[in-house]
């Protein structure tokens, strides 16, 4: 059974400091998506990365696949109070399996 | 477009009572997708539909659950008997492309509370 494992899990830091979140597992993927998902709304995808060695930015957001395609970082430069939230990564190949999340809090 | 629908929002329900719960994908979206989410087990799929159509529910947990798509633009999730353990979030997803694999964006609902006394 594919899983992903996620760490942190909680992470509590101030505004302005850099963090990275991991998504780790023993499986090959093919492709690899992160969202985000603020209290009392659905997760919202933030990217897909398609290709071992990927690195694709999103404003202060830079996320990471790993060469072997069995990993994915996201890495967030001076955070914001904006950026909390639950962080999952997921994978679509044979079964939709999502992370269990980093649950991320920026102190203002 | 307004998005993905869910109703109702919240639900408190005893234990025993049947439980229903609906979505309305976002126009033109070929799948769509029923999750359950808790604290302990996180994100989990537990049926997804193409093009109407049910192609994977390996992740309903027992008979109690049911899902049907009547139509391209409904879809209800049912719970029956209900009991304290199914309480979590319920979301609903739909995506434009045929198929539950790839790459495509899924777009989430609100969510709907459910909460079995």
């Known amino acids: 059974t594919q899983l992903l494992e996620q760490s942190p899990q909680f992470l509590s830091i101030q505004e302005g400091e850099n963090l990275t979140v991991y998504c780790n597992s023993s499986s090959v993927f093919s492709s690899l998506q992160w969202y985000r998902q603020e209290p009392g709304e659905g997760p919202v995808l933030l990217v897909t990365?398609?290709?071992?060695?990927e690195v694709k930015k999103l404003k202060r957001l830079t996320f990471q696949f790993g060469d072997a395609r069995k990993d994915s970082s996201l890495h967030i430069t001076a955070a914001q109070p904006g950026d909390t939230g639950l962080y999952l990564c997921?994978?679509?190949?044979?079964?939709?399996?999502f992370g269990k999340g980093t649950r991320l809090h920026i102190l203002p | 477009d307004a998005g993905v629908i869910q109703s109702p929002r919240h639900e408190v329900t005893e234990m025993g009572q049947e439980v229903t719960l609906r979505c309305k994908p976002i126009?033109?979206?070929?799948?769509l997708f029923w999750y359950r989410q808790t604290m302990m087990r996180g994100l989990e799929l537990l049926i997804y539909f193409n093009n109407n159509v049910p192609i994977d529910d390996s992740g309903m947990p027992e008979d109690r659950f049911s899902a049907k798509m009547p139509n391209a633009s409904f879809s209800t999730l049912k719970i029956q008997p209900s009991e304290p353990r199914d309480s979590a979030v319920y979301f609903c997803a739909s995506s434009l492309k045929g198929s539950g694999r790839g790459t495509d964006t899924q777009y989430f609902g609100p969510g709907t509370r459910l909460t079995v006394l």
């Open positions: 126009s033109g979206h070929n799948s």
């Open positions: 997921a994978t679509r190949d044979d079964k939709i399996i």
């Open positions: 990365v398609v290709t071992g060695g």
